[in-house]
Nanobody
Framework: QLQLVESGGGWVQPGGSLRLSCAASGFTFSSYAMSWYRQAPGKERELVAAMVNPAGSTNYADSVKGRFTISRDNAKNTVYLQMNSLKPEDTAVYLC???????????WGQGTQVTVSS
């Protein structure tokens, strides 16, 4: 059974940093494209960062470029999101997603809350 479990969220002051982790199980991790999304109250879910191909190419939302970094460790079946210089507008539930390169089906974790405030 495919499972994605996020961790690392919490409260941080503006300018601070957090590192999110997404532990994957139940599927061949290296065969899936991994990404992070976020959803703030009253807003649509948006793509934050993605690793778009096996070579490790990345794609970021304009709002997080230069501040967030996505990475993956295939040996640990884990994808990370390093978030620096956090802003109040980064407050949201952050969700990990795994998309099968074969079927295109996307699977979701349950999310982890990130709150940026003073």
């Amino acid at each position: 059974q495919l499972q994605l479990v996020e961790s690392g969220g919490g409260w941080v002051q503006p300018g601070g940093s957090l590192r999110l982790s997404c532990a994957a199980s139940g599927f061949t991790f290296s065969s899936y494209a991994m990404s992070w999304y976020r959803q703030a109250p009253g807003k649509e879910r948006e793509l934050v960062a993605a690793m778009v191909n096996p070579a490790g190419s990345t794609n970021y939302a304009d709002s997080v470029k230069g501040r967030f970094t996505i990475s993956r460790d295939n040996a640990k079946n884990t994808v990370y999101l390093q978030m620096n210089s956090l802003k109040p507008e980064d407050t949201a539930v952050y969700l990990c997603a795994a998309r099968s390169r074969t079927t295109g089906i996307r699977y979701w974790g349950q999310g982890t809350q990130v709150t940026v405030s003073s």
